[in-house]
């Protein structure tokens, strides 16, 4: 069974930074694409980044700049680094994977931006 777990939320004040972490476990093909959404309180969960195991990356339009989307294969772990915070990042911040077809999600981890 495929599991995702994201770690580094967490409260910092705008102008900061954080890290987060994604791990996949169970079966991992080697040819996949993992993402981040996030999603605001009230609002539609929406789109952050993707990073395909070769690498390419392709981030939404307003993060671009700020935001950066890595990933190490061997660990089966994708990174979101987020620097210059604004309150408006505020949300919870979900990992997917996309792999063979299907979808997996993490349980999300919490980013709260204070100003």
């Known amino acids: 069974q495929v599991q995702l777990v994201e770690s580094g939320g967490g409260l910092v004040q705008a102008g900061g930074s954080l890290r987060l972490s994604c791990v996949a476990s169970g079966r991992i093909y080697s040819i996949n694409i993992m993402a981040w959404y996030r999603q605001a309180p009230g609002k539609q969960r929406e789109l952050v980044a993707t990073i395909t195991s070769g690498g390419s990356t392709k981030y939404v339009d307003s993060m671009k700049g700020r935001f950066t989307i890595s990933r190490d294969n061997a660990k089966n772990t994708a990174y979101l680094q987020m620097n210059a915070l604004i309150p408006e990042d505020t949300a919870v911040y979900f990992c997917?994977?996309?792999?063979?077809?299907?979808?997996?999600w993490g349980q999300g981890t919490q980013v709260t931006v204070s100003s």
């Open positions: 997917k994977l996309d792999m063979g077809g299907l979808q997996y």
